[in-house]
């Protein structure tokens, strides 16, 4: 059974696309709906009410739409549409997440970069999602000058550091072979620790060639020269923002999927976008990264990695024929985008 929770602004829009494809496989799936976010919010009082863990807890796998509701901004941080994502990641051990930047062929002149360096740009972010500043101990506090200070403690302890090192090691292992460590560790003990691990875990990886790179370099390298990277292994902070980052170099953060997943296959897949209220309702949201996000679905959890081939190709297929919503520089509504997938599906 996979776990429908679209969210608020347009996930609910691009979910429903990405059943139309699902749909159109004939695979013989099975889908329970539950409400998560703004949405559930408002229906409920919380943003990941338990009958939507309960869902979650059931599902093979889950496919998650977006979260964010402006309407929300003034709540308490525990009942933001935002934690429902986090608990999530918490309830269901959710510590490896797979982001993979890929620029299409034709959506050259749609990344910031020169299409000579845009197209060398393939490669996977693996970033540790349960550890860091985002889940370590937080608050606000009184300096002894009487000055309101807020804190974030960002920490991991080794078992943390190397079980999504050996996520990054096996990823690297099934492509190009080479792994890059971002860190921060000529200021961080934190990073200090990480390094050190990493480099533990590689003795059991030979055959994977392993390279350091500070997380300020990191970004600054993602610009400069991409093709460097095969697969990078960050932390939770640090991953967030490079992978939005590579987005945008990739064209557009319509188009990057992402899988959060367990330590058994069990994931939760999504598109790396936001909710955008902006646009919401409109017919202007890109499907093509939940589109992407069942893809990997169908390869990771539920193995199905041929229709998950074929997905992927359909999407580049459709782009390499011309379809283009707003955010690549076309007109197309979410749903002709859509059609365009499932007519060369």
Known sequence: MIALLPGDGIGPEVIQQAR?????LDLDLTYEQALVGGVAYHATGHPLPEATLDVARRADALLF???GDPGCDNLERALRPEQAILGLRKHLMLFSNLRPATLFEGLEDASTLKPEIARQIDLVIVRELNGDVYFGEKGRRTTADGLR?????????EAEVRRIARVGFETARRRKGNLCSVDKANVLDTS???RDVVIEVSADYPDVTLTHMYVDNAAMQLVRNPGQFDVIVTGNLFGDILSDQASMCAGSIGMLPSASLDG???GLYEP???????IAGQGKANPCAAILSAAMM???SLGQPEVADRIEAAVARAIRDGARTADLGGTMTTSAMGDAVLAVL
Do not use: F, N, T
């Open 272 to 278: 790396i976008h936001g909710s955008a209220p902006d």
């Open 149 to 157: 200070e807020g804190y974030d403690i960002m920490s991991y302890d």
């Open 264 to 266: 058994a296959g069990k």
């Open 298 to 300: 169908l390869r990771h």
């Open 192 to 194: 200090q620790l990480w």
């Open 65 to 67: 739409g977006a979260v």
């Open 20 to 24: 139309r494809v699902l749909d159109a």
